[in-house]
């Protein structure tokens, strides 16, 4: 019989007693993946639903939608208002995660109701404390001229939200363009896909 070494044997006792049971628990269950894209989108969600102006004096049949395409992941956007009586949409964006940049980017096409779309928006969208939302972007106009826009949407409250807009100059400040109230017109949307991830 071959000699073993007592200190290799109380090594094999120790791996086989306690090393084996550990090798067979179950791995530890992997990430969900695109869970980053997700935990981005998700803090849509104050914002998603109708809103409708809320100061004295703006304009009768505008309404502004923020809605899921796919929930967790592509969010639309849209401004529609009232034209010879009739609801027209004249706007349309998208935004999602762009997994290069690791931000949410955001297109836009707005018309003004009689001509096909007239103004291209492209930018990026980003998210600071307690929901606000700031969207930067240039906005190309078809005689290829630009500007830079910044628009932060501020919550007042739960079904109430401050939408400053501001400029950049010509001397690359930036300049304030109009402050607006927005009132939710329909109730929160929450989905499975953010639960605790907001």
């Not at 004295?56 to 208002?81: C, L, N, Q």
């Not at 009739?86 to 980017?105: F, K, R």
């Not at 400029?167 to 017109?185: C, P, Q, S």
Request: proline share 8%; charged share 30%.
């Amino acid at each position: 019989m071959r000699h073993v070494k007592p200190e290799l044997l109380a090594i094999a006792f120790v791996l086989g007693g306690i090393g084996g049971p550990l090798l067979a628990q179950e791995p530890e269950p992997a990430a969900a993946p695109f869970l980053v894209d997700n935990r981005a989108m998700c803090q849509f969600e104050y914002h998603l639903g109708e809103w409708v102006p809320g100061d004295p004096d703006a304009p009768p049949g505008i309404r502004i939608e923020f809605a899921w395409v796919i929930p967790g992941k592509v969010v639309r956007d849209a401004e529609y208002r009232l034209i010879d009586g009739e609801e027209v949409q004249i706007s349309h964006g998208t935004a999602g995660y762009h997994y290069g940049l690791m931000q949410i980017e955001w297109l836009s096409f707005a018309r003004d109701g009689v001509y096909p779309f007239e103004v291209m928006n492209i930018g990026r969208i980003e998210f600071l404390p307690g929901d606000v939302m700031v969207r930067r972007y240039r906005s190309y106009d078809p005689d290829t001229s630009s500007r830079e826009y910044r628009e932060t949407l501020s919550p007042i409250d739960e079904n109430t939200r401050r939408n400053a807009v501001e400029y950049l100059d010509d001397e690359r400040n930036w300049r304030e363009w109009g402050v607006f109230t927005h009132v939710r017109k329909s109730p929160r949307e929450r989905s499975e896909e953010c639960a605790g991830l907001t």
